[in-house]
C-alpha cells in the first residue's frame, strides 16, 4: 500500500538552530515528491518538490530537500530557521505520469514551533 | 500561480440538513479536483477525486450517497454533505490540477460545524 510516514509529529527549535524533518515513503514504482507547508489559517503552499535529475532540490524561503532513493526517504532541511517558519510541514507523493492530475499521498504532517 | 478559492470558508449549520461547498479553479482548467478532509492535528485525508464530466472516485470508507461530488465544469466541483450531523464537522479542502500542471493547487477550505 502507498503510504508516508512523518517520523516528527511536534518539532521546538530556536531560531537559527538547524531543521531536518524526516519523511520516508512506501510506492511501488517511480514518484514524485514534495512538501508542503501549511501556515497558521492559511491554506496548503508547495515548497519544493522533486521529480528526476538532481536529487537534492532547492525550494522557497531557503528550504531544501534531499532524495535517496535507496532509502526511500525525502527529507527536508534549512539551515537556520526563523520565527516565520512557524507552521506545519507536510510530506506527499504521487506517480510520475499525469502531472497534477495523479491523488496526493500526505504523511501526519510536522507541526514545527520556531521561539523567538 | 494558479489560484483555487473555496466558497464558504466557513459555515455553521444544524444537524440534518445539508450544506454545499464550491471550489472553484481561477485562472485555469482543472480536469481534475480532490477533496480533502482535515482533522484537527491530522494529515489531509483524501476523500474522493473528480475528473469533470464523469463520476467521482471516493477513497475507501468514504460514503458517496452522503458526501455527494459534482464536477460539472472545468472550472467548479462542488461537495455536498448530506444531512449533516455533528461527527462530519471539520476542514474541507479541495485541490484542482490538470495533466499541463506539474502540481496540485489548494484551496484556502472551508471549515464546517454542524450544531
Known amino acids: 500500500a502507498q503510504s508516508v510516514s512523518q517520523h516528527n509529529h511536534h518539532v521546538i527549535l530556536s531560531e537559527a538552530a538547524s531543521l531536518e524533518l524526516g519523511c520516508n515513503y512506501s510506492y511501488g514504482g517511480t514518484v514524485n515528491l514534495f512538501w508542503y507547508v501549511q501556515y497558521p489559517g492559511q491554506h496548503l503552499q508547495l515548497l519544493l518538490k522533486?521529480?528526476?535529475?538532481?536529487?537534492l532540490v532547492k525550494g522557497i524561503k531557503g528550504f531544501e530537500a534531499e532524495f535517496i532513493k535507496s532509502k526511500f526517504s525525502f527529507n527536508l532541511r534549512k539551515p537556520s530557521v526563523q520565527w516565520s517558519d512557524t507552521a506545519e510541514y507536510f510530506c506527499?507523493?504521487?506517480?510520475?505520469?499525469?502531472?497534477?492530475?495523479?491523488?496526493?499521498?500526505f504523511g501526519t504532517g510536522t507541526l514545527l514551533a520556531v521561539q523567538p | 500561480g494558479a489560484v483555487v478559492s473555496q466558497h464558504p470558508s466557513r459555515v455553521i449549520c444544524k444537524s440534518g440538513t445539508s450544506v454545499k461547498i464550491e471550489c472553484r479553479s481561477l485562472?485555469?482548467?482543472?480536469?481534475?479536483m480532490f477533496w480533502y478532509r482535515q482533522f484537527p492535528k491530522k494529515s489531509l485525508m483524501l476523500m474522493a477525486t473528480s475528473n469533470e464530466g464523469s463520476k467521482a472516485t471516493y477513497e475507501q470508507g468514504v460514503e458517496k450517497d452522503k458526501f455527494l461530488i459534482n464536477h460539472a465544469s472545468l472550472t467548479l466541483s462542488t461537495l455536498t454533505v448530506t444531512s449533516a450531523h455533528p461527527e462530519d464537522s471539520s476542514f474541507y479542502i479541495c485541490s484542482a490540477g490538470n495533466s499541463v500542471l506539474e502540481t496540485q493547487y489548494f484551496g484556502p477550505g472551508t471549515r464546517l460545524l454542524v450544531l
Open positions: 485562472d485555469f482548467q482543472a480536469t481534475t
Open positions: 506527499a507523493v504521487t506517480s510520475n505520469y499525469g502531472g497534477a492530475t495523479n491523488k496526493l499521498i
Open positions: 522533486y521529480f528526476s535529475g538532481d536529487p
